[in-house]
């Protein structure tokens, strides 16, 4: 579906209102138009719970600036509506009480922007981009060994905010955050279809790995938010072990090309 919202050759629009995370960023991020409600959350946490950034959302990431992109998808940090406008991950924001009368009216607008464009706020300063300078000089380091050094070298006003965004990637599965790291910066070379192939690799994997049993554990049966990460530190990842996360399948996810997609009657 995913996929599918991608190639369409339609305006499509997502309006939303609350906390926007995993399956919901893939159905939201590729429609034309996205419209932000005043409970907008956005954040993809998998790392947090032994996953990675799934369903094509590392092709949205691969592509933010000043590596936002490498900072959301490794930390899984919240941002709201002012945050998402600023990145682009939003199109729109106005209050979710109007959702009902543009959706009465979609299906007589033409173009639509008319009719998003006049009911659009300004959402406010973000304050995430008040951390951009640091976030692209940390978030570009090569591994996730080199960018918690860089958070840690930080000094003056940042050094606070930095030493928070080095202790919540310390909480993150280390093999997570190898995979997120590669997986993300591979998608920005590519096209969604490429992307969402190896999303199916990389989630079959994940599914047969320890990781992901204990970080849903950990986090949301149990919720004693104390994991027991295998390996257990950055140190530990085996480089070869990470590869063999990314090597072909078997039975590859199979999707039809743009083309193919798109002539579909």
Same mark, same amino acid.
């Given at each position: 579906?995913?996929?599918?919202?991608?190639?369409? *050759? =339609?305006?499509? &629009?997502?309006? $939303?209102? #609350?906390? !926007?995370? #995993?399956?919901?960023?893939?159905?939201?991020?590729?429609?034309?138009?996205r419209v932000a409600g005043e409970k907008y959350l956005f954040a993809m946490p998998e790392t947090a719970i032994g996953l990675f950034p799934d369903?094509?959302?590392?092709?949205?990431?691969?592509?933010?600036?000043?590596e936002m992109g490498l900072y959301l998808g490794l930390t899984g940090r919240t941002i709201g509506r002012a945050d998402a406008f600023a990145l #682009?991950?939003?199109?729109?924001?106005?209050?979710?009480?109007?959702?009902?009368?543009?959706?009465?009216?979609? *299906?007589?607008?033409?173009? $639509?922007?008319?009719? !998003?464009?006049?009911?659009?706020?300004?959402?406010? /300063?973000? /304050?995430?981009?008040?951390?951009?300078?640091?976030?692209?000089?940390?978030? *570009?380091?090569?591994?996730?060994?080199?960018?918690? /050094?860089?958070?840690?070298?930080?000094? #003056? @006003?940042? +050094?606070?905010?930095?030493?928070?965004?080095? =202790?919540? !990637?310390?909480?993150? +599965?280390?093999? *997570?955050?190898? &995979?997120?790291?590669?997986?993300?910066? %591979?998608?920005?070379?590519?096209?969604?279809?490429?992307?969402?192939?190896?999303?199916?690799?990389? +989630?079959?994997?994940?599914?047969?790995? =320890?990781?992901?049993?204990?970080?849903?554990?950990?986090?949301? $049966?149990?919720?004693? =938010? @104390?994991?027991?990460?295998?390996?257990?530190?950055?140190?530990? &990842?085996?480089? +070869?072990?990470?590869?063999?996360?990314?090597?072909?399948?078997?039975? /590859?996810? %199979?999707?039809?090309?743009?083309?193919?997609? %798109?002539?579909?009657?």
């Amino acid at each position: 579906m995913n996929w599918a919202l991608e190639c369409f *050759s =339609k305006p499509s &629009v997502s309006l $939303i209102d #609350g906390a !926007l995370m #995993g399956s919901g960023v893939g159905l939201t991020a590729f429609n034309t138009h996205r419209v932000a409600g005043e409970k907008y959350l956005f954040a993809m946490p998998e790392t947090a719970i032994g996953l990675f950034p799934d369903v094509g959302a590392a092709h949205v990431l691969a592509r933010l600036p000043h590596e936002m992109g490498l900072y959301l998808g490794l930390t899984g940090r919240t941002i709201g509506r002012a945050d998402a406008f600023a990145l #682009g991950l939003v199109t729109h924001c106005f209050s979710a009480a109007l959702f009902d009368n543009v959706i009465e009216q979609l *299906s007589e607008a033409w173009p $639509i922007d008319h009719l !998003l464009d006049e009911r659009h706020v300004d959402p406010g /300063e973000s /304050e995430l981009m008040r951390h951009a300078l640091t976030i692209s000089n940390c978030f *570009s380091a090569a591994t996730p060994t080199a960018i918690m /050094e860089r958070l840690a070298a930080v000094t #003056g @006003s940042e +050094a606070e905010w930095a030493a928070g965004v080095r =202790k919540d !990637l310390r909480q993150r +599965a280390p093999l *997570s955050l190898e &995979v997120s790291i590669r997986h993300i910066r %591979q998608a920005r070379t590519e096209d969604l279809r490429e992307t969402l192939v190896r999303d199916y690799r990389l +989630a079959c994997r994940f599914l047969e790995d =320890k990781d992901f049993a204990e970080g849903v554990r950990a986090l949301l $049966i149990d919720k004693d =938010k @104390s994991p027991n990460w295998r390996p257990a530190t950055l140190a530990e &990842v085996d480089p +070869a072990g990470v590869d063999a996360y990314f090597a072909p399948l078997d039975e /590859e996810l %199979q999707l039809p090309t743009r083309e193919e997609l %798109q002539a579909m009657p």
